[in-house]
């Protein structure tokens, strides 16, 4: 009899990479759990093969509902989608900032999953996609990292919950490469006058920082910790480079001319982007200074549950960057 993995988040990037690998590993059967089984994204992974069902990350009951009958369930909370929703500004507390606000709703959501996994007597493994909490691993200076504290204190209370023991495992997933140039941010490369790139950043041009090809690796990343015992606390990273190996990389692979990285203060950013400028910069600072997963003892590494991770090099050799280049 096969074995089913229930992915919530499947229209995100994280989940639709852990369906696909699912849908290629014999003996499994994929549920995709969305908000909107009508969407474009949610009928093209049902055309793939995967058993659709509608359920809320807010509402435990349609989670539960979501979550019967299956061997493994990956769970996963997007604080920008709650950013991004319209509505969250009209439910703040007034004078709430919006990013702290989005914080009690991603750890509610988190909250909510582990509540609703926790449900399932079968279950063999709950697989949580976290982060370091920063403000642990900072002793206090970053406090305000909020995209990341509402995971790690979403993993506090799984780890509490009498039925997830021995069940509960947490994967951490370092910032995307297509972040870099396909979110029409600062840091995307642009071409200058005199033919030049240059990206914008912040913090030193020479420190490694954390990143990865998640809509490709994580899937692979998220099997093996399947696999591996309970506990199991992964960092799924791919390849740490600093703003100027990013820059030199990209500029070799699309053979233009590179002109430099211009480091930008956290004021800057936050003034840029309200509201995500911090949560951003103070991630990359939150990195170079601590470690992007905060140095926890507790985490792995993908080589050492033999993981072949994509190399940016090997990412600019795939991609399609003709959105951005400028001939
Ligand atoms: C679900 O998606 C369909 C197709 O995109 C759309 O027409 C509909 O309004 C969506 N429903 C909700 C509740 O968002
Ligand atoms: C995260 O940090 C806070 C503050 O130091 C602490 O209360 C909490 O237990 C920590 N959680 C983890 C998982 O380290």
């Known amino acids: 009899m096969s074995k089913l993995i229930v992915v919530a988040g499947i229209t995100g ?52 509902s979501a979550f019967q009958g299956a061997d493994i369930i990956f769970g996963v909370t997007d604080f920008w989608t709650i950013f991004k929703d319209p509505e969250s500004i009209t439910k703040k507390k007034p004078g709430q900032d919006i990013t702290e606000y989005c914080f009690e709703v ?10 609703s996994a926790a449900s399932i007597p079968a279950l063999d493994r ?27 204190l979403a993993v506090d209370y799984a780890k509490s919950l009498p039925g997830l023991k021995e069940k509960f495992s947490q994967i951490q997933a370092p910032i995307y490469f297509n972040l870099l140039w396909e979110w029409s941010l600062p ?60 820059l030199d990389t990209w500029c070799e692979s699309q053979s233009v001319l590179k002109g430099g990285y211009d480091e930008h203060s956290l004021d800057w950013w936050m003034e840029t982007l309200p509201g995500l400028g911090r949560e951003f910069g103070e991630n990359v600072l939150f990195s170079m200074e601590f470690g992007y997963d ?31 280049l400028q001939r």
């Open 187 to 246: 840091t995307t490369p642009v071409k200058n006058l005199d033919g030049t790139y240059r990206i914008k950043g912040i913090g030193s041009g020479d420190l490694p920082i954390s990143f990865g090809h998640v809509a490709k690796d994580f899937g692979p990343c998220v099997q093996a910790v399947a696999n591996a015992k309970p506990n199991t606390n992964l960092f799924a990273v791919g390849d740490e480079i600093s703003w100027n190996q990013y």
């Open 294 to 324: 905060g140095k926890d003892p507790s985490v792995i590494r993908p080589p050492q549950l033999g993981l072949k991770m994509t190399t940016f090099k090997e990412y600019c050799a795939e991609t399609d960057f003709s959105r951005i």
């Open 106 to 115: 991603e750890l509610q959501q988190g909250k909510n999953l582990a509540d």
């Open 13 to 64: 990037v994280q989940g639709g990479s852990v369906a696909r690998t699912y849908l290629n590993a014999p003996g499994w059967k994929v549920r995709g759990v969305t908000r909107n089984k009508s969407s474009d994204s949610a009928k093209s992974w049902e055309f793939k093969g995967v058993e659709m069902v509608e359920a809320n990350l807010d509402d435990v009951t349609s989670l539960k």
């Open 126 to 152: 709950y697989i949580f996609s976290s982060m370091a909490n920063a403000t642990h691993w900072s002793k206090g200076k970053y406090r305000e990292l909020y995209h990341m504290d509402s995971k790690a």
